[in-house]
């Protein structure tokens, strides 16, 4: 079944606590060392099949798939991302132990992330005629309306100035 297109602008809006941006990665350095890369590529959908089954703080994620993944995560706050970074009992644990006894410094495997911890006033989005995405599927998909028609104007909508 498609995705509901939203036509028109759309932009995402944040309540007061925002929101953290997760990116998370790997690349093929060694495409055909299947027997190292199987298991990492792997573990990803078992931490997100967990995350789902449970209130543990994401709000959303996307995949994307080439010799680098990317996955972007949208997290209620970052004490819940480090939270379940750091359950020995939760899979990203096993993943990552898994990742340095099989992976480690060998290089046919590169791992990345970057997090970045946003509020309102310093992230702004637009959406022309697309279904409901990335921050704004993850918070609040809202119409741009008057007063969020440029970058400058939407991110100028969460400061302090302007809440005042």
Same mark, same amino acid.
């Given at each position: 079944m498609p995705e509901r297109v939203f036509r =028109?602008?759309? %932009? @995402? #809006? &944040?309540? #007061?606590q925002g @929101? +953290? +941006?997760?990116l998370i990665g790997m690349r093929f350095n060694h495409w055909w060392r299947a027997d190292k890369w199987w $298991? +990492? +590529?792997t573990a990803?959908?078992?931490? &997100? $099949?967990? &995350? #789902?089954? $449970?209130d543990a =703080? &994401?709000?959303g994620w996307k995949m994307w798939f080439g010799r680098t993944i990317l996955l972007v995560q949208y997290w209620r706050s970052l004490d819940e991302l480090h939270t379940f970074a750091t359950d020995s009992s939760a899979p990203h644990a096993a993943a990552w132990r898994d990742f340095n006894r099989r992976i480690g410094g060998d290089g046919t495997v590169g791992i990345w992330h970057e997090t970045y911890r946003i509020g309102p006033g310093s992230a702004e989005s637009v959406y022309d005629n697309m279904p @409901?995405?990335?921050l @704004?599927?993850? %918070? $609040?998909h809202v119409p741009v309306g008057r007063g969020r028609e440029t970058a400058k104007a939407r991110l100028a909508h969460g400061t302090e100035s302007e809440r005042a």
């Amino acid at each position: 079944m498609p995705e509901r297109v939203f036509r =028109g602008r759309y %932009t @995402a #809006e &944040l309540d #007061e606590q925002g @929101a +953290v +941006v997760f990116l998370i990665g790997m690349r093929f350095n060694h495409w055909w060392r299947a027997d190292k890369w199987w $298991r +990492v +590529v792997t573990a990803m959908p078992r931490m &997100l $099949r967990h &995350l #789902e089954s $449970r209130d543990a =703080g &994401l709000l959303g994620w996307k995949m994307w798939f080439g010799r680098t993944i990317l996955l972007v995560q949208y997290w209620r706050s970052l004490d819940e991302l480090h939270t379940f970074a750091t359950d020995s009992s939760a899979p990203h644990a096993a993943a990552w132990r898994d990742f340095n006894r099989r992976i480690g410094g060998d290089g046919t495997v590169g791992i990345w992330h970057e997090t970045y911890r946003i509020g309102p006033g310093s992230a702004e989005s637009v959406y022309d005629n697309m279904p @409901a995405f990335g921050l @704004a599927a993850a %918070t $609040r998909h809202v119409p741009v309306g008057r007063g969020r028609e440029t970058a400058k104007a939407r991110l100028a909508h969460g400061t302090e100035s302007e809440r005042a």
